[in-house]
């Protein structure tokens, strides 16, 4: 790929030309009366190609999606263009036309209208329809705030403020992967397995590591996934892991794997380790690993009714039966995540010599940084173990040789869920594709 960007002067000045060709455009109607046959045909090509090629930059941008999410804010900069145009541009006309003509003046307002409408609804749709982190809440805001005069323009500002940060944020990423392409700097001695925490499964179409995945195999490595139940024991977990991990070392040929786990899987991963399979394992990083309990869980034991969490359980049980669980349990997750379990269990269970143990840990700073539900379990967790990811507090993260607490950038810092891409979020000062990249990179120096 060739070393320019998006934000190039020649891809500024084209686009910024056909912005003001636009603008233009949607308030010369009048002009058709002067020779109606050759200035119609240049008035619909022009309006055409400009909602056609506006934004368009396929050989900066690094997928199809992108190029349309960046033709739509290019499409919605056209349109705050020329909108700001045509507001003293049609009082101006008016002032002149509607004396002599005003079914004249009314036909081209109508026709400006109708240029501003299709630019808008051109943009709107494309980064709608592409956009990752527009999120649902700005998309809502986005619908709801649409009939509302100023308010309406600020939330303009924000969607394309938002996307256009999405779209230069991916064209550098793929400049970076493709400059190192050769070095495979992922690709390890052993193969990667993923193990996902408690209440969600591997689906091949929704990753529970959202864009991790993908961007280490771009670098190099071989990924796998533990592929084991939602909601089980610690001890059942265990069993499960340690089948998968033997069928992953059949299947491959390697001699060990090198494992990250979040959340619960962590200690599910630990425990597998002890229970003998832990000659497989090169390496073991677990991920806002509740190592000595989360007091979340404590608290739903302690404050939530029986007669509640039996119904909760019922009800989870029967939903990941149908997602496939072969035999869920609810509630065994949840009493093998109190303190007064993992506190015990963390003694018992030392990093097996040989493998090398690392962990990682995260924190929000403020519950309003937390996607639902973990902006409101933080202040919970906050109120009993203090610094927290939303479920985990931060002293119950550290295990191994080497602990990383990623420090919160800005007011914002990272939930339990942002630190494996749950939401898929670009968050500021804090890449989680590139951070998963270093550390298995990392893996490979050490020969693992």
């Known amino acids: 790929m060739k070393k320019t960007s998006v934000l190039s002067v020649w891809s500024i000045v084209v686009n910024g030309l056909l912005v003001l060709l636009y603008a233009l455009a949607a308030n010369a109607a009048w002009c058709i009366s002067i020779h109606p046959a050759l200035v119609t045909a240049v008035y619909v090509v022009t309006v055409v190609a400009v909602n056609v090629w506006i934004g368009t930059a396929p050989a900066f941008v690094p997928s199809w999606r992108m190029r349309i999410c960046w033709h739509g804010v290019w499409s919605l900069i056209g349109f705050g263009v020329s909108l700001s145009v045509s507001i003293p541009a049609q009082i101006g006309i008016g002032y002149y036309l509607m004396p002599l003509n005003i079914g004249a003046y009314l036909r081209q307002l109508l026709a400006c209208i109708v240029l501003l409408l299709l630019l808008f609804w051109n943009g709107i749709l494309s980064v709608y329809l592409t956009s990752i982190q527009l999120g649902i809440r700005l998309r809502v805001i986005g619908i709801l705030c649409g009939w509302i005069p ?6 303009l ?5 938002t996307c256009w940060n999405e779209v230069i944020f991916e064209c550098k990423k793929e400049r970076l992967n493709q400059e190192r392409e050769a070095d495979k700097i992922c690709q390890t001695k052993y193969p990667i397995l993923f193990v996902h925490g408690v209440f969600f499964r591997d689906f091949k179409r929704v990753n529970y590591w959202g864009r991790i995945p993908k961007e280490l195999i771009r670098n190099g490595a071989v990924v796998f996934y533990g592929e084991h139940s939602s ?3 610690i001890e059942r977990s265990a069993d499960e892991l340690a089948t998968r991990i033997r069928d992953v070392l059949q299947q491959t040929g390697c001699e060990k794997l090198n494992i990250i786990a979040h959340s619960k899987g962590g200690l599910d991963c630990r425990m597998a380790m002890a229970d003998g399979i832990a000659d497989c394992v090169a390496s073991l990083t677990t991920i806002n690993t509740p190592h000595r309990g989360s007091t979340f869980a404590d608290y739903m034991l302690g404050k939530v009714p029986t007669d509640i969490q039996r119904r909760i359980e019922k009800h989870y049980n029967k939903a990941a039966a149908w997602f496939g669980d072969g035999d869920p349990d609810f509630m065994a997750a949840v009493r093998d995540l109190t303190a007064a379990h993992c506190v015990p269990l963390d003694k018992a269970l030392p990093c097996p010599h040989g493998v090398f143990c690392q962990s990682v840990g995260s924190v929000l700073k403020k519950a309003i940084s937390g996607k639902f539900p973990l902006n409101m379990s933080y202040v919970f967790v906050r109120s009993m173990s203090g610094k927290n990811d939303g479920l985990v507090g931060e002293d119950s993260f550290s295990y191994g040789e080497q602990y990383t607490l990623l420090q919160p950038p800005r007011n914002r810092g990272i939930s339990h869920g942002d630190v494996i891409d749950l939401n898929r979020e670009n968050i500021p000062g804090f890449d ?9 990179a990392d893996l490979k120096n050490r020969g693992l």
């Open 432 to 440: 989680v594709r590139e951070f998963y990249v270093q550390l298995v």
């Open 150 to 155: 100023e308010v309406n323009l600020f939330v």
């Open 157 to 161: 500002f924000l969607i394309v403020r």
């Open 231 to 233: 909601a089980a024991s």
